[in-house]
């Protein structure tokens, strides 16, 4: 029911700054909790950032706690996810993701990948030393 199509994904140098953003589909983009993950190759897919229904509560991994932000724009259905001081071990495909589920009743859940239905595609992030 919900398509999504992440950009902005490119080469930058360690301690550059990048924003990517993620395109929802359809009129119902602010009954999801949105999610992002990032997957380094031959690496399992991890959490790396999610936002609440209307934004009020987000949520990060330790790795990247301080350097990202997660934000969403329910009015142009997009979530976005501005990366700063940017590391070599950033470097990874960043997937976003949908989920009805809010942390009102799901909680740390939400840092699961199994929590969420709706995947995009992916967006490659690579950051040079």
């Known amino acids: 029911q919900v398509q999504l199509v992440e950009s902005g994904g490119r080469l930058v140098q360690a301690g550059g700054s990048l924003r990517l953003s993620c395109a929802a589909s359809?009129?119902?983009?602010?009954?999801?909790?949105m999610g992002w993950f990032r997957q380094a190759p031959g690496k399992e897919r991890l959490f790396v950032a999610r936002?609440?229904?209307?934004?009020?509560?987000?949520d990060y991994a330790d790795s990247v706690k301080g350097r990202f932000t997660i934000s969403r724009d329910n009015a142009k259905n997009t979530v976005y996810l501005q990366i700063d001081s940017l590391k070599p071990e950033d470097t990874a495909v960043y997937y976003c993701?949908?989920?009805?589920?809010?942390?009102?009743?799901?909680?740390?859940?939400?840092?699961?990948?199994?929590?969420?239905?709706?995947w995009g595609q992916g967006t490659q992030v690579s950051v040079s030393s």
């Open positions: 993701a949908a989920t009805r589920r809010d942390p009102q009743s799901m909680g740390l859940i939400l840092r699961r990948s199994f929590a969420y239905d709706y």
């Open positions: 359809g009129r119902a983009f602010s009954t999801y909790s």
């Open positions: 936002i609440s229904r209307s934004g009020g509560s987000t």
